[in-house]
């Protein structure tokens, strides 16, 4: 098979992200600083919805990739920022689990809480944690779509180890919203619904 | 950007399918089937899990991709068979929705009933009409998990305008499961749970 990498996809502007191994976070202040400033970046350079991503290694706070919304860059409706930063990690671990027993284990930061197709890509991912900013709520606030989750999804993933932390950096990442609509930022999806994460 | 085709992630043995144009297909039951086949074919030449879909112009029938499980092939957790047809048929549209006013509408026709990543991903994806065979409990039985679909996951999609048959074929699709397991399938995914769609 010819080899697809999900990194041709990133835009220009994330090349000062490639050298992600030279990265390490620390705590769940930092990483959600690190994956909004994605999301403010991908409105800046007009490449993507205002939505960022990141895998990091649990305990070491390495970075592992980084996904931004590219939708409609890549002419694709999967490439929301979570499964960019997903398929990444998996390219760079040549693993298509991020679980693997005896490796570090990894957890995904995005700057809002999943939509109803990241969160199955969650389950499927091997990610042990999950750490959100904006929420559901504020994402449809602002006239965003998550799409029909279960109403107790965290329970869900929880329910399958995966731990789940909401509501980091909460204000800054629901500012980015705000942001991309005053900078009249393009909604897609007109059918069935609107916008989506 | 460089473009990358998901059509490269498609195995050698797909070569057949290469002039997708010349076919075309009139009845869910002949649709359903050529599905199942495409399971069947990438257990046969084992390039992945039991599963099948593609993409047609609902009128007309003309196929417009074709999808397996390629999750280990590509080291990629998102690379059900769904998901890939639906990111096929947008790449060879050059559209990032399916359904674009004054356009003819498209159908995924899949040989299971979604998992959950793959329910959310079908709201975003365009397509109208969605056509399963084998059942969700099916899947199950059979050792499969298709994750926390909310449970009026049907209706949530007829709500979006996504008109929804199930059935299709049922013993023929479930027929590929026990297939599959006979011929001692990898059981991919230990953690969290087992095999996914």
Redesign the interface.
């Known amino acids: 098979?010819?080899p697809?990498?999900?990194e041709?996809?990133l835009?220009p502007w994330t090349g000062e992200y490639s050298e992600f191994d030279s990265c390490s976070l620390h705590s769940d202040h930092d990483r959600m600083q690190f994956t909004i400033e994605l999301a403010r970046k991908n409105i800046m350079h007009k490449t993507g919805g205002p939505f960022g991503a990141a895998v990091f290694e649990r305990n070491s706070g390495n970075l592992a990739s980084i996904g931004v919304n590219l939708?409609?860059?890549?002419?694709?409706?999967?490439n929301h920022a979570e499964?960019v930063a997903?398929?990444i990690a998996?390219?760079r671990l040549?693993?298509?689990?991020l679980?693997r027993?005896g490796y570090p284990q990894y957890e995904l930061v995005t700057s809002c809480e999943p939509?109803?197709?990241?969160?199955?890509?969650i389950?499927?991912?091997?990610i042990t944690r999950l750490v959100c900013g904006a929420s559901s709520a504020d994402a449809t606030a602002a006239g965003f779509d998550e799409?029909?989750?279960?109403a107790n999804?965290i329970e869900?993933l929880e329910k399958?180890?995966?731990e789940v932390v909401t509501g980091v950096s909460r204000n800054d990442a629901k500012m980015v919203f705000q942001h991309y609509l005053d900078s009249c930022g393009v909604i897609?999806?007109?059918?069935?619904?609107t916008i989506?994460g």
């Open positions: 098979m010819p697809v990498c999900p041709l996809l835009p939708v409609l860059r890549s002419g694709c409706s999967h499964m997903i398929a998996q390219h040549n693993s298509y689990t679980y027993s939509c109803a197709m990241c969160f199955g890509a389950i499927w991912s091997g799409g029909p989750k279960p999804w869900e399958r180890g995966i897609y999806n007109e059918h069935p619904l989506t």
